[in-house]
Nanobody, 122 residues
Framework: QVQLVESGGGLVQAGGSLRLSCTASGRTSRTYAMGWFRQAPGKEREFVAL????????YYEMPVKGRFTISRDNSKNTVYLQMNSLKPEDTAVYFCAATWLWTVAAENYDFWGQGTQVTVSS
């Protein structure tokens, strides 16, 4: 089992920045790809960003491309999501998740964190 804990959420004004962290414990593995997802009230969970196990490859959903950056520090078992130029439509609960695959489909992720709230005011 792998346990994932997100942190770093909060309230920020539009145009501001936040950095989310996701720390893994338990049977961690550097071969896991790590993804960030988000879920706004009344909406389905959506993919945000993905990073490979060694950090060499990343992928972003179009609404966040150029504003968000995913990275990881395997020595700390931590994945980050740097979010810049935040918009009110970025308001959601953000989740990190781990997968053996290179995939944006939530059903293919094996482990999930509990989520952290990000609220962007206009």
């Amino acid at each position: 089992q792998v346990q994932l804990v997100e942190s770093g959420g909060g309230l920020v004004q539009a145009g501001g920045s936040l950095r989310l962290s996701c720390t893994a414990s338990g049977r961690t593995s550097r071969t896991y790809a790590m993804g960030w997802f988000r879920q706004a009230p009344g909406k389905e969970r959506e993919f945000v960003a993905l990073i490979s196990g060694n950090g060499d490859n990343t992928y972003y959903e179009m609404p966040v491309k150029g504003r968000f950056t995913i990275s990881r520090d395997n020595s700390k078992n931590t994945v980050y999501l740097q979010m810049n130029s935040l918009k009110p439509e970025d308001t959601a609960v953000y989740f990190c998740a781990a997968t053996w695959l290179w995939t944006v489909a939530a059903e293919n992720y094996d482990f999930w964190g509990q989520g952290t709230q990000v609220t962007v005011s206009s």
